[in-house]
C-alpha cells in the first residue's frame, strides 16, 4: 500500500472538489455513541417526550446513590442539593431568575419522560441549558429517579 500525504486540517487539499481537508460528515451520519434525540425544545416536544419516554431503570438504592453525586455535581449549583431552588448560584445572586423548585408539585407531577427531557433539551425558558453534553442519558434516567424519589421525601 502506497502511504498517503498527510494534509493538516485547516490546509487545502487537492483531493477535494471545494480544496479543504476539513470535509463535513456525509449527511444522515451519527457520531459513535450518539443516541438521536427526537423530542424539540418546545412545549409541544416536552410533553410529546412526556407521553412516550418512559424510564428504563428501576428504582434501586444504588442509583439513588449515583444519581446524588449526579445531582449534587450538575444540578444543585442551581436548584441546591435540597432541591428547592436555592443553590449557590442563586443565593450568591448571580443568577438572573428564581429557578423552579424540584420539590414543588408543578415538578413532582410531571411524567418521567418530561423532565428528561428538560435535562436533555434544557427548558423551553432558555433559563436552563441542555445538559446532555455533561450528563450521559443512563445518568439523566438516575437524576430523574433521584426527584422524584429523594427531593420529594427528603
Known amino acids: 500500500m502506497?502511504?498517503?500525504?498527510?494534509?493538516?486540517?485547516?490546509?487545502?487539499?487537492?483531493?477535494?472538489?471545494d480544496g479543504k481537508t476539513a470535509q463535513p460528515p456525509v449527511a444522515g451520519t451519527i457520531p459513535r455513541g450518539a443516541i438521536p434525540y427526537q423530542y424539540p425544545r418546545t412545549d409541544a416536544g416536552q410533553k410529546q417526550a412526556g407521553a412516550e419516554l418512559k424510564n428504563p431503570l428501576s428504582?434501586?438504592?444504588?442509583?439513588?446513590?449515583?444519581?446524588?453525586?449526579?445531582?449534587?455535581?450538575?444540578?444543585?449549583?442551581?436548584?441546591?442539593e435540597t432541591?428547592?431552588?436555592?443553590g449557590r448560584l442563586v443565593t450568591s445572586g448571580k443568577f438572573a431568575t428564581e429557578v423552579t423548585p424540584l420539590?414543588?408539585?408543578?415538578?413532582?407531577?410531571?411524567?418521567?419522560?418530561?423532565?428528561?427531557?428538560?435535562?436533555t433539551m434544557g427548558s423551553v425558558s432558555g433559563f436552563m441549558g441542555s445538559h446532555s453534553a455533561q450528563i450521559k442519558p443512563d445518568d439523566r434516567w438516575r437524576i430523574v429517579c433521584y426527584i422524584k424519589n429523594k427531593l420529594k421525601t427528603d
Do not use: R, W
Request: charged share 25%; proline share 5%; glycine share 6%.
Open 2 to 17: 502506497t502511504p498517503s500525504e498527510a494534509y493538516e486540517y485547516y490546509s487545502s487539499n487537492p483531493n477535494f472538489a
Open 59 to 80: 428504582v434501586s438504592n444504588e442509583d439513588l446513590e449515583m444519581a446524588k453525586e449526579i445531582f449534587e455535581i450538575n444540578c444543585a449549583m442551581c436548584h441546591g
Open 83 to 86: 432541591g428547592k431552588g436555592d
Open 103 to 119: 420539590v414543588d408539585e408543578f415538578v413532582q407531577n410531571k411524567p418521567d419522560g418530561e423532565i428528561f427531557h428538560v435535562i
